[in-house]
């Protein structure tokens, strides 16, 4: 009697452990899916570097006297992914994006030539914000380790930058009031560019099948944006929050 009851309770507890082991495999598989989608948005802090192209004294000047007048913008990155895992902590991630990139002036007073009046008004500022719209297309390679619930990703990769419009917004700033004017683009900048990508963060499994990543993310052009003496490259820190899925 004592021998049947005993089996009685093996079999019970290996029917109890071959659940639970079935349950984790089907979370280790929702997490580990050869195929994903997700999307993305980043939030960007953007800006450039000049390249004085003719190493002319001139273009030197001109890029001292930019270097104090311009300043950093915000910008953004968002789209669509698609990562295939092809190792246990290796995948491959692809994707479409639109991102706005650029850069600024500072406010600046507006001097007016009156000789009624010889002072400026101090209450008048000016200021320019260049806006690069682009469709980016990222091919990158992730690593990721840790358990199920969360895990270390790092990211390197390569993104084709296509410029669809460049766009100069001049903003004035008078008596409590903001004007906004659209200047006409008046330079030929470069429709192309590459920009090396590296991003590290975190990947946090949120439901079945689903996770979100958290990743402070780098972008820097690797050709200059128009061919000029004076010229720069554009780049961006961004924060790229993501929701992936899959089977």
């Not at 992914?81 to 639109?98: L, R, V």
């Not at 990158?140 to 930058?161: A, D, E, H, M, P």
Request: with cysteine; proline share 4%.
């Amino acid at each position: 009697m004592k021998l049947v009851t005993l089996i009685t309770i093996s079999l019970a507890t290996c029917s109890a452990f071959g659940q639970i082991n079935s349950s984790k495999a089907n979370l280790v598989t929702s997490r580990t899916g050869k195929l994903q989608f997700g999307v993305n948005f980043s939030p960007d802090i953007c800006y450039r570097t000049l390249v004085n192209s003719d190493g002319s004294q001139s273009s030197e000047m001109i890029k001292t006297f930019r270097d104090t007048i311009e300043a950093p913008k915000f910008g953004f990155t968002a789209g669509l992914n698609a990562n295939y895992q092809i190792k246990k902590n290796w995948s491959i991630e692809a994707g479409i994006h639109y991102s706005n990139k650029g850069f600024q002036t500072q406010k600046k007073y507006i001097v007016f030539v009156d000789p009624n009046q010889p002072v400026p008004d101090p209450q008048y500022h000016v200021k320019f914000v260049d806006n690069f719209h682009c469709i980016d297309i990222p091919l990158k390679l992730n690593y990721t380790r840790g358990n199920q619930k969360l895990r270390f990703i790092g990211s390197v990769g390569l993104t084709s930058n296509i410029l669809v419009q460049h766009k100069q917004n001049m903003f004035i700033y008078y008596s409590g009031r903001t004007d906004k004017q659209d200047s006409p683009n008046q330079f030929d900048y470069n429709t192309f560019n590459i920009s090396p990508t590296v991003s590290a963060g975190v990947d946090c499994h949120i439901k079945q099948g689903g996770s979100l990543r958290i990743e402070p993310s780098f972008r820097y052009n690797m050709l200059n944006f128009i061919d000029a003496p004076l010229s720069g490259r554009l780049y961006s820190i961004g924060l790229n929050l993501g929701y992936y899925w899959g089977s």
